[in-house]
């Protein structure tokens, strides 16, 4: 089936720590993105990837970095800068180039620091 | 950049009744407009979308209708059933940008 993989689906995080949330895709698609989902705040996004090697912040960068080695994978790190890193994290992939293309989201990665 | 408003925030309605959510836009060059379902818990699922060049579009009990004049756009959802229970987001993208603009979301409530 294709789709898109999050994983872990709960993640618990102890304040100071790095930590690496996974999403992989295998629709072929060349554009990939990660969303922040707080309650009330809708979809914020973190940051995105067009290409394979190339990446552009979003709105609420600070805290996170990303990598995007391959065309399949978009990993996102939430480092200890991140003051409030406690949220629902959603990732997207899409085609873009097709007037505007369908995105399509992963379960999400919950991720709670204790 | 554009800019997405979605109302109302919560809606809740009788199983039976129609649903209607509103979302306007700020940048008249947009020209695809999705509208996404997310139950609780889990990620958003594209449910229905359209674009620029057409004034509406129907799937079975959802329906989405645009008007580019005035720059809104509305899912309208009929005879409701309590799976229809969840929230919604609507998202307008333009050629001039890579990334979707999403409204702050509909809570849609339908009881039995």
């Known amino acids: 089936d294709g789709g898109i993989t999050q994983s872990p689906k709960y993640l618990f995080r102890k304040e100071g720590q790095n930590v690496t949330l996974s999403c992989e895709q295998n629709l072929n698609h060349d554009a990939m993105y990660w969303y922040r989902q707080d309650p009330g705040q809708g979809l914020r996004l973190i940051y995105y990837?067009?290409?394979?090697?190339?990446?552009q912040k979003g709105d609420i960068a600070e805290g996170y970095s990303v990598s995007r080695e391959k065309k399949e994978s978009f990993p996102l790190t939430v480092t200890s800068a991140q003051k409030n890193p406690t949220a629902f994290y959603l990732c997207a992939s899409s085609m873009p180039g097709q007037g505007g293309g369908e995105a399509f989201f992963g379960q999400g990665t919950r991720l709670t620091v204790v | 950049g554009e800019n997405v408003e979605q109302h109302p925030s919560t809606l809740s309605v009788q199983e039976g009744d129609s649903a209607v959510i509103k979302c306007t836009y700020s940048d008249s060059a947009s020209n695809y407009f999705p509208w996404y379902k997310q139950e609780l818990g889990k990620g958003p699922q594209l449910i229905i979308d359209i674009r620029s060049n057409v004034g509406e579009k129907k799937d079975q009990r959802i329906a989405v209708t645009l008007n580019k004049t005035a720059k809104h756009f509305s899912l309208h959802i009929t005879e409701t059933q309590p799976e229809d229970s969840a929230v919604y987001f609507c998202a307008a993208i333009s050629p001039g940008y890579s990334t979707l603009t999403f409204g702050k979301g509909t809570m849609l409530l339908v009881s039995p």
């Open positions: 990837s067009q290409i394979v090697n190339d990446f």
